[in-house]
């Protein structure tokens, strides 16, 4: 198995340092393609496809096992990776981006059930840990080695490397995957052993899945339309992703109602922020500012260093700051460090300046993110827990994909007209859903009495 072992962290390494190092290399290519324009699309139609991919590869899983998801998932990844490399225009570019992120969604998931499936229960936890932690070393280096690539290499390496390494990965995942076929465990005996209601509502989550990508590439697409028929098509897409996301996640999310959806509302408000801050400062870094792509990269990895001493932190022994406070402190963290990296537009702060402030918002998703995963793990009922980690994803991916639908159609309108004014206002929308979830955190405290319904799907 170790080599199943191996090849399952490489994906999921490669997978991760693909995610990180588009956000250092963008800026280039999107001068190379003549693409500034289309900047956030190419971010937004990749979480948009992943959507649907995390949405189809858990129902696909549990029917037929994790080989052919993986399998198809590699594929999808590897396909888009390729055409994003050889893209002659920012329009095939971002078709390739839409691609990989479907085959990035399926993959991330079919892996999980592939450990499920092949390693006995002892083991899983250690798995499982070590699959998270191939998060944090793309994380760190992503960024700076995705820089020296783009710089000596040119930008079309960074797809097309992680393409020929995905190959190898992949290859030492068969072993596993044939044990996966051979002796399913945990998987449904036969074609009828799974409910029909299981197979029905795993077609009804893929459905809203799509729906929710459809409008948010309606929101992308029409968000650089001047003209009225533009303004209708934003509309359609707001409704469109409102109503999946109503389907897709638990009820009183939207309104972030106490306890357990105020949860998953506030893990969508810090991706939605932190991530929607993160890709216009490579940008802002390169075109006003005037360095390389590798340096540009660096300021990521110090946000990256400072997330990951907050986790360690705040999962240290004797913590005495209540959830509640981490909360508070984190979102408050996220709002000023994004205000200072926005003070870049003036030509006379130094960028060190933004490497400070971006090491702040960096700390305050440190102490984030495990502090909601434990709230949601806590608040949700044994049974439960699998599906409402699955929402909590979700619930990160949606918001995320809103937020640079609009806040890019927001930079592709003004930009032309003042730079500054497009950085200043794509960074203030994510400065304005750090400080609302400051705001809210108190209610993750669960009610008195906790409705029966609170981790259910509408």
Same mark, same amino acid.
């Given at each position: ?63 037929? &096992? ?88 040119? /930008?079309? /390496? ?76 934003? &509309? ?66 110090? &946000?990256?260093?400072? /997330? ?49 402030? /971006? ?100």
């Amino acid at each position: 198995m170790r080599a199943t072992t191996i090849g399952a962290v490489a994906l999921v390494t490669l997978v991760a340092f693909e995610s990180m190092a588009v956000a250092t290399a963008m800026p280039t290519v999107a001068e190379a393609l003549d693409g500034v324009s289309r900047y956030a699309v190419a971010f937004g139609a990749t979480l948009a496809t992943a959507l649907v991919g995390m949405a189809a590869a858990g129902p696909w899983s549990d029917r037929a &096992g994790p080989a052919r998801p993986i399998a198809v998932g590699v594929t999808t990844f590897v396909a888009g990776l390729v055409v994003a490399g050889l893209a002659p225009t920012m329009s095939v570019l971002v078709l390739g981006r839409a691609v990989q992120g479907l085959g990035s969604g399926v993959v991330t998931v079919a892996l999980y059930v592939l450990v499920g499936h092949v390693y006995a229960e002892e083991l899983r936890p250690k798995v499982f840990a070590a699959l998270a932690a191939a998060w944090v070393v793309p994380a760190v280096v992503g960024p700076l080695l995705a820089g020296l690539v783009v710089t000596h290499l040119g /930008w079309r /390496w960074v797809f097309l490397l992680v393409a020929l390494l995905v190959v190898p990965a992949a290859l030492a995942v068969r072993p596993g995957l044939r044990l996966a076929a051979s002796h399913p465990a945990g998987a449904p005996a036969g074609p009828d052993a799974e409910p029909q209601a299981a197979r029905e509502a795993g077609r009804s989550v893929v459905g809203w899945a799509v729906l929710a990508a459809l409008g948010a590439g309606v929101l992308h697409i029409a968000g650089h339309e001047l003209t009225p028929l533009g303004a209708v098509a934003i &509309g359609v897409g707001v409704v469109a992703v409102g109503v999946a996301a109503r389907r897709l996640l638990p009820a009183g999310t939207g309104r972030a109602a106490r306890g357990l959806p105020a949860v998953f509302a506030l893990r969508g408000v810090a991706a939605a922020a932190f991530f929607g801050g993160e890709v216009f400062l490579p940008l802002l870094l390169d075109r006003e500012r005037g360095l390389s792509a590798a340096a540009a990269g660096s300021i990521l990895t110090v &946000g990256a260093l400072s /997330w990951s001493a907050a986790s360690w932190y705040q999962g240290g022994p004797g913590q005495r700051l209540t959830a509640v406070r981490r909360l508070r402190i984190g979102y408050t963290a996220i709002a000023a460090g994004i205000a200072v990296v926005a003070l870049l537009v003036v030509p006379a702060v130094p960028v060190v300046v933004g490497v400070a402030g /971006w090491s702040v918002a960096g700390f305050g998703m440190g102490l984030l993110f495990p502090t909601l995963s434990v709230l949601m793990l806590g608040l949700s009922p044994v049974a439960e827990q699998g599906a409402n980690s699955s929402s909590l994803q979700l619930a990160d991916a949606l918001a995320t994909t809103v937020t640079l639908a609009l806040s890019g159609a927001l930079f592709a309108v003004l930009e032309p007209r003042s730079a500054v004014l497009a950085y200043t206002a794509g960074l203030a929308v994510a400065g304005t859903l750090a400080a609302l979830g400051a705001a809210v955190s108190g209610r993750v405290e669960a009610p008195d009495v906790a409705p029966a319904a609170t981790g259910a799907l509408h």
